[in-house]
């Protein structure tokens, strides 16, 4: 009984899944087919699938429009150095908040936790009259500046650091270790998991992050590869050429997207053992 | 205590890169443009500001794309507004004249007119209904036509012969025949791209061809409720429903184009600005023709329709040195010059704004080889003002969403809802009196 | 480290200050301080008419607010429909997208054939940037030449104006939030998953329990906290995620489909709206402070438990 029970539903079970992926894939999946497709012939027109031919007009003509390459270090700049920054303060402010007594910690740890509850997306004009009036406008550090503060990253440390034995930092201190050393031998290294998993969040937030990079930069010279793609969404003003769309949209999430493709099974296991829950 | 020094050093960090400074010893002119063509843009104006640095050493022009032309305008008054030095030109709306003059953020062309030799003639080689929205109630030239464009008729000539049509419609009565006569299950056989959020646009055109512009030359006054503004919309809105020719509430304005290429809409409604690409996407024989005329009359005074497109912009708050500005105007004299002009318009069919232009090689046998383009321009003479007025964003924000309502059918009565938003404009407008 | 020399006892008072200084500092610099300024400005009206510029912004009390309420006023219908509109699509990504997000983590928790691609089929667009998911769908939603359509029209059907049809456009982008959300739902269900113990499972199975039991007894309880964490962080990202709007619609005929925060972003260049735009900023905040705060109470109250 619980034995036919079980395959019924393992068969619904895959049935549903199937479905599902399928639905989730379609769109991907004509991106590819229209980013290849002569730009005369819509969907509409024709085989829903194959144009008349097959063709790379689109990716040239969506290749002429940005500087793609720029744009891909201009993104990798950008995510390494907030994520770089973060990860120094991030662990500053975390074994401070976990592990040291001093007056006003839990009103100090209060007015970080603040960050998560006003989103900066929100604070758009008064930010940036803050660069400013820092001076920074239209310059790298104008991107990363707002982020290299992370609440999200505070909290998620403090609480794994807070699950290493504190025998453990004793040990080193006995040992003659600096808090520096304590910090990076002890918490660390014990840590892995959970830097990983925010590392991830990070990178992928930024990588994809398109209004504050658009409002505080100017200059082809270092903005991210979201502002490339917002260029030919933008020369739809002009007649949707979806096939130079579809063609830039997938030169911009490729590298992504093959990327967990290929490492999926980490990432998800690095989120699963990182705390975050 | 190295974590702390490294803190520290993050701390430094901030504040050295605050201070750091460029030097720069040529006259750098930041300049914005919108991506209004589906060309390539950037490289048009990379081309231009080349040949511009060649003929002025000691200027360098630094092209920014700064987006729609949308975002264009946000993101120049985000950046004036948050302290910013914003753009030195830029080319933006025709009608975000008063949005910026209000702000004291431009300054008007007419100073840098009166000190040239041939100033008069400088001007007068424009189209005037170009010139209509850079000027304001006084006749001071504030801004320079750039990249003009007008709404006109797209036709497919194929399909119209197929059905014993061989000329364009040239009024209302027609247009609709032949639509109805063209649209299919496959086809619409009229399009007119009210839809995405900018239907005041199109809307104006038909405003225009029933016998009333809604604004005037009084930035105090819009005309949003009159019999004709109210005629106008309900006769767009029969498009998508009574008359079945196009989708209900009207088509999005980047897909009509490209439904048009690929053969499923036989007639749109589009700009100017898109005759290059049009022209040279279509496999069959695309015709071009004046928006038909509506009820106020055939003798031309019921052809409509409102200018469109950008002009060009100088930004000073008072703090730009002679030099500067000396540079700036080369930049914006040197862009709106016949030769300038003739190459822009050939290239993407923004009608060339001055007339010696037209006779400048590459538009003059461009024009030559497709009479299309002489269309756009012919149809200057029955042109009017674009829709501009104090407080511009946020009235034609109102207009916007009320066009909206009615043309979606949620305000069934046209007028009642056009009479709340006249309320509301009214209301805005009597702080500017 | 709670014994230490006399001589050092000055430096590690200091210390953990110095620890959480760029964090505290970045934080009051770009969140704390520009809200109080939007406070502050919520109060107040820029000087309007002519030669209005340069001069200083009245005070008016809460007239902002008020004005906001006010349903003949030109933002108050604009406001008061987007405000709904953000409440129906944070509902509807939680009601849809959640349960959906939980339904593929267990599907796809356990060893089976080809797992990696089932999992890269459900979690890719959230790996996109939001703009370029958007610039996808707005391909697929295309009246005249979209995808939808062309399937539509091949089945008979005249086929739907997906982004111009008032009552649609909402629908649609929510179709796009929870297409772009179920898979990164599914990856937190997952970890609280893998934290469950294998052997609690196992003596269930041994005390005849079914797969139904097991889950309603077993799985969900052990969830709760994740699931806790889901809803509360798919309600905060419905307020905040609003980039998708440039690319559908962009809010939809008369706002039909129109998010707070898209509101405020169309409106933050004219000056004349800006006390509009600082209240508004409030009610979101407000909003995402709410929902932040249960949440926040709620996980200590369970980790105290």
């Known amino acids: 009984m619980s034995n036919r029970s079980g395959g019924v539903l393992r068969y619904f079970a895959s049935v549903t899944k199937t479905v599902i992926a399928i639905v989730f894939l379609i769109p991907l999946i004509f991106t590819l087919l229209v980013s290849l497709r002569p730009e005369t012939e819509p969907v509409t027109k024709g085989n829903i699938f194959f144009g008349s031919e097959l063709t790379f007009e689109n990716f040239e003509r969506a290749i002429a429009i940005a500087p793609w390459s720029l744009h891909y270090i201009n993104s990798l700049i950008f995510v390494a150095g907030t994520l770089l920054v973060q990860l120094v303060t991030v662990t500053c402010a975390a074994y401070a908040f976990a592990r040291m007594r001093f007056l006003g910690r839990d009103l100090l740890l209060m007015v970080i936790l603040l960050q998560l509850m006003i989103p900066s997306g929100v604070l758009l004009v008064q930010n940036f009259r803050m660069i400013n009036t820092l001076g920074l406008f239209d310059t790298r550090i104008a991107l990363m500046i707002p982020y290299w503060g992370s609440a999200f990253g505070v909290l998620l440390l403090r609480q794994t650091f807070r699950e290493v034995p504190i025998e453990l930092e004793e040990a080193a201190r006995i040992d003659g270790a600096n808090l520096a050393q304590v910090i990076r031998h002890v918490y660390v290294t014990n840590a892995i998991p959970a830097y990983l998993a925010f590392a991830l969040v990070s990178v992928s937030t930024h990588w994809n992050e398109f209004l504050w990079p658009f409002i505080i930069t100017r200059s082809e010279a270092i903005r991210p590869l979201t502002l490339g793609l917002n260029k030919l969404i933008k020369t739809t003003d002009q007649g949707a050429f979806y096939g130079q769309l579809m063609a830039g949209t997938l030169i911009v999430i490729a590298p992504l997207v093959i990327l967990f493709l290929l490492f999926q099974r980490q990432f998800v296991e690095s989120f699963a053992r990182s705390g975050i829950r | 205590m190295s974590c702390t020094r490294i803190a520290c050093l993050v701390l430094l960090l901030i504040a050295m890169t605050a201070g750091a400074a460029m030097a720069q010893d040529d006259v750098v002119i930041d300049f914005y443009f919108p991506s209004a063509t589906a060309n390539d843009a950037e490289g048009i104006f990379q081309r231009y500001a080349d040949m511009f640095q060649e003929e002025n050493p000691g200027i360098t022009i630094n092209s920014v794309f700064s987006g729609s032309y949308t975002d264009t305008r946000n993101t120049i008054l985000t950046e004036l507004q948050g302290g910013g030095a914003g753009p030195d030109v830029a080319v933006m709306l025709s009608i975000d004249l008063y949005s910026f003059a209000e702000e004291g953020y431009i300054v008007p062309a007419q100073s840098f007119i009166d000190a040239m030799e041939d100033g008069d003639a400088y001007v007068s080689d424009f189209f005037p209904a170009l010139m209509a929205n850079g000027v304001d109630e006084m006749g001071t030239v504030w801004s320079i036509p750039f990249q003009r464009s007008t709404p006109i008729l797209y036709y497919n000539a194929d399909l119209l012969a197929e059905a014993g049509y061989d000329a364009p419609p040239t009024n209302n009565t027609e247009l609709v025949e032949i639509a109805q006569a063209l649209t299919t299950d496959e086809r619409d056989g009229l399009l007119v791209p009210v839809a995405g959020g900018f239907p005041i646009w199109m809307y104006q055109s038909f405003a225009i061809a029933y016998g009333r512009n809604i604004v005037s030359d009084d930035p105090t006054e819009v005309y949003f409720n009159t019999p004709e503004a109210v005629a106008a919309v309900e006769f767009v809105r029969s498009l998508g429903t009574d008359l079945g020719v196009g989708p209900a509430g009207g088509a999005a304005w980047g897909d009509t184009p490209v439904a048009f290429l690929a053969g499923q809409a036989a007639m749109i409604y589009h700009t100017t600005g898109n005759l290059s690409r049009i022209l040279d996407g279509a496999e069959f024989e695309v015709g071009v023709w004046y928006l038909p005329s509506g009820p106020a009359g055939e003798d031309g005074s019921g052809y409509g329709s409102p200018t469109g497109?950008?002009?060009?912009?100088?930004?000073?708050?008072?703090?730009?040195?002679?030099?500067?500005?000396?540079?700036?105007?080369?930049?914006?004299?040197?862009?709106?010059?016949?030769?300038?002009?003739?190459?822009?318009?050939?290239?993407?069919?923004?009608?060339?704004?001055?007339?010696?232009?037209?006779?400048?090689?590459?538009?003059?046998?461009?024009?030559?080889?497709?009479?299309?383009?002489?269309?756009?321009?012919?149809?200057?003479?029955?042109?009017?003002?674009?829709?501009?007025?104090?407080?511009?964003?946020?009235?034609?924000?109102?207009?916007?969403?009320?066009?909206?309502?009615?043309?979606?059918?949620?305000?069934?009565?046209?007028?009642?809802?056009?009479?709340?938003?006249?309320?509301?404009?009214?209301?805005?407008?009597?702080?500017?009196? | 480290m709670r014994a230490q020399s006399p001589r050092r006892s000055h430096l590690s008072v200091l210390q953990p200050y110095l620890l959480i200084a760029p964090t505290l500092i970045l934080v009051l610099m770009f969140n704390v301080l520009p809200a109080i300024k939007t406070v502050y400005d919520s109060t107040h009206r820029p000087a309007r008419g002519l030669n209005a510029a340069g001069k200083a912004p009245d005070y008016v009390g809460l007239q902002n607010f008020r004005d906001l309420f006010d349903e003949a006023h030109y933002m108050g219908t604009r406001f008061q429909r987007t405000l709904r509109n953000t409440i129906v699509f944070a509902l509807a990504t939680v009601v849809i997208g959640v349960p959906l997000g939980l339904l593929l983590a267990l599907l796809l928790n356990h060893k089976q054939p080809l797992l990696g691609l089932w999992r890269f089929a459900v979690f890719y667009p959230s790996l996109l940037p939001l703009i370029g998911a958007a610039s996808i769908w707005s391909f697929i939603f295309s009246d005249s030449i979209g995808l939808a359509n062309a399937v539509l029209k091949s089945l008979g059907h005249p086929g739907l104006n997906w982004l111009g049809d008032r009552n649609l456009v909402l629908l649609s982008v929510i179709v796009v939030n929870i297409w772009k959300q179920a898979g990164y739902f599914m990856i937190f269900f997952l970890a609280g998953l893998q934290n469950i113990p294998r052997d609690i499972y196992e003596s269930a199975s041994l005390d005849g329990a079914s797969d139904r039991q097991q889950f309603t007894a077993l799985t969900l309880p052990l969830l709760r906290r994740t699931l806790l964490f889901v809803i509360v962080i798919s309600f905060i990202f419905a307020f905040q995620t609003v980039e998708q709007l440039q690319a559908l619609g962009e809010g939809g005929p008369n706002d039909s489909a129109n998010l707070l925060l898209y509101l405020i972003f169309q409106n933050i260049s004219e000056r004349r709206n800006w006390g509009y735009v600082n209240a508004m900023t409030i009610v979101l905040i407000g909003v995402v402070l709410t929902f932040t705060i249960a949440n926040f109470l709620l996980f200590e109250r369970d980790e105290s438990n």
């Not at chain 2, 009608?351 to 024009?367: D, F, Q, V």
């Not at chain 2, 009017?384 to 946020?394: M, R, V």
């Open chain 2, 309 to 433: 497109g950008g002009n060009l912009y100088i930004f000073d708050d008072g703090s730009k040195s002679d030099e500067e500005l000396d540079a700036i105007w080369k930049w914006v004299l040197f862009l709106s010059s016949p030769q300038i002009q003739s190459d822009w318009g050939a290239t993407t069919g923004y009608i060339a704004s001055n007339a010696t232009a037209w006779e400048t090689e590459p538009l003059a046998s461009r024009a030559m080889e497709y009479p299309q383009y002489g269309v756009a321009r012919d149809q200057l003479q029955y042109a009017d003002k674009e829709f501009s007025s104090y407080a511009t964003i946020t009235i034609q924000g109102i207009i916007n969403k009320t066009l909206e309502s009615i043309l979606t059918g949620e305000s069934e009565d046209a007028q009642a809802a056009m009479d709340a938003a006249q309320a509301q404009i009214d209301g805005i407008l009597a702080e500017y009196k």
